[in-house]
């Protein structure tokens, strides 16, 4: 229950800005669509996925910086650590999933996986594998 000074600062602030009392009551709820879960993801309609499947939501690449070794730092200082760090750049893949239930969950490979937006996958060995 709405403490009752709360409720009137509402009613107040509400009915100073033109808005009904109604409404600023209910500004501190969210809807119903806003708390469901995904019913269709990249044009897959959830529940036609079977229970251990999920669909691509999305796939992207970035670039990342290598990590410094201690030769980097004694040869240069941090100017050496910078550049090595620049030199061992390598570009990894992220492809996040939704599953049947609307829950996501990110992976990241080393070399691309070949998957798009809207793909139905399995997750095998900790990566997501293509049905």
Known sequence: MMNPLAL??????ASAIGASPAAA????????AESAAPTVVSGVK?????????????QRSETREGEASAVGT???????REIEKTVKKHEV???????????TKT???????????????????????RQ
């Open 8 to 13: 009137t600062l509402i009613l107040v602030t």
């Open 74 to 80: 004694v040869g240069g200082g941090v100017a050496g």
């Open 93 to 103: 893949w992220i492809t996040t999933v939704t599953f049947k239930d609307g829950t």
């Open 46 to 58: 959830l529940s036609t996925l079977c229970s251990d499947c999920a669909v691509v939501s999305a």
């Open 25 to 32: 009551a209910d500004t501190a709820t969210p809807s119903r």
């Open 107 to 129: 992976f990241e490979a080393a070399s691309n996986p070949g998957l798009r937006a809207g793909d139905i996958v399995r997750i095998e060995n900790g990566a997501p594998v």
